[in-house]
């Protein structure tokens, strides 16, 4: 977290600690109506968690409380061992409108996948379990996804990019995408601006538990772009991405920034995806055998 982040960090955590339960339901609710919102189509907000951030991810769950999309259902998927270490921040917030559900697994896919096998027709909205979303993060996706109903729209994305002999680059190579409303089959949806996927987007076989473990095991995103491109569906950067979500402060981070980028564990697991399913480095089409 760059220092220049302190203050707005700690402005919008006051801000969220601030608001009681009824009082984050009502907002949403007053922010909705003035938007013209209340009725916008639902959709299920899946995230999960580790350990050493319990202590902070309350404050992720309340920003996601005070959207303008009320109608979003959140579930917050955690194994069973952090069952008896949740503290009362988070698990006073339990309500119709957020649910804590246990699943015997750590990998970060469970963000996705366990949603995708118990809410099979709903549109799924992931997020990161250490940031601090603002009060349209998630109605700025609805949005594109009522004009692009097919579509998985995410807020940031990278291009997945090769040299000039066709081999795929260092991802710390990969560009952020800086066009807006954009489709494109190279652009690699990142999962902590929030990413919308519409029912029956990804390949089936995306909650294969032994093929994500075994390709790609620290590199979700990775693995839900396979899906998505072996599965036809086009990606878009959203038309309104608005400001990069709030770091909380002391929320530590996992171990999977340092394996994937500093020493280059995505272009690995990316390497390994698409030899497993002769697929083209840069999504331009499956290789010929």
């Known amino acids: 977290m760059k220092i220049k982040e302190y203050p707005r960090s700690i402005i919008r955590a006051l801000y969220l600690k601030?608001?009681?339960l009824s009082?984050?339901?009502?907002?949403?609710?007053?922010?909705?109506?003035?938007n013209g919102e209340l009725q916008r189509t639902p959709c299920l907000v899946s995230l999960t968690s580790i350990p050493q951030r319990l202590e902070y991810i309350h404050l992720t769950i309340r920003s996601l409380l005070c959207q303008n999309d009320v109608s979003a259902r959140i579930v917050l998927w955690l194994n069973h061992e952090l069952?008896?270490?949740?503290?009362?921040?988070?698990?006073?917030?339990?309500?119709?409108?957020?649910?804590?559900?246990?699943?015997?697994?750590f990998s970060s896919h469970r963000k996705l996948v366990f949603s995708l096998d118990e809410?099979?027709?709903?549109?799924?909205?992931?997020c990161d379990d250490d940031l601090m979303y603002d009060?349209?993060?998630?109605?700025?996706?609805?949005?594109d996804h009522e004009r692009f109903p097919n579509d998985i729209i995410a807020h940031e994305c990278r291009e997945?990019?090769?040299?000039?002999?066709?081999?795929?680059?260092?991802?710390?190579?990969w560009p952020t995408s800086i066009a807006k409303d954009y489709s494109s089959p190279n652009l690699l949806p990142v999962g902590y601006g929030g990413v919308l996927y519409p029912p029956r987007a990804l390949h089936g076989d995306v909650t294969n538990q032994e093929l994500y473990m075994r390709l790609a095991p620290k590199a979700d995103d990775l693995w839900f772009k396979a899906?998505?491109?072996?599965?036809?569906?086009?990606?878009?950067?959203?038309?309104?991405?608005?400001?990069k979500p709030v770091p909380i402060i002391g929320a530590k981070g996992s171990s999977l920034a340092k394996t994937n980028i500093l020493q280059d564990g995505n272009r690995i697991q990316w390497e390994a995806i698409c030899e497993h399913y002769d697929l083209a480095p840069d999504c331009r089409g499956i290789v010929d055998s």
């Not at 984050?24 to 609710?29: I, M, S, T, W, Y």
């Not at 809410?119 to 992931?126: A, D, E, G, P, R």
């Not at 899906?227 to 400001?243: A, E, W, Y």
């Open 160 to 173: 997945i990019s090769i040299d000039a002999r066709g081999e795929l680059l260092p991802y710390q190579l």
């Open 18 to 20: 601030s608001q009681g």
């Open 135 to 143: 009060s349209t993060w998630l109605s700025r996706l609805v949005r």
């Open 83 to 105: 069952r008896e270490l949740l503290p009362r921040s988070l698990t006073k917030l339990q309500s119709e409108r957020f649910e804590i559900i246990f699943k015997n697994q």
């Open 119 to 126: 809410f099979k027709q709903s549109i799924i909205v992931t």
């Open 227 to 243: 899906m998505s491109f072996l599965n036809g569906t086009s990606v878009r950067r959203s038309s309104n991405p608005g400001k």
């Open 23 to 34: 009082k984050l339901d009502k907002l949403g609710r007053q922010l909705a109506s003035a």
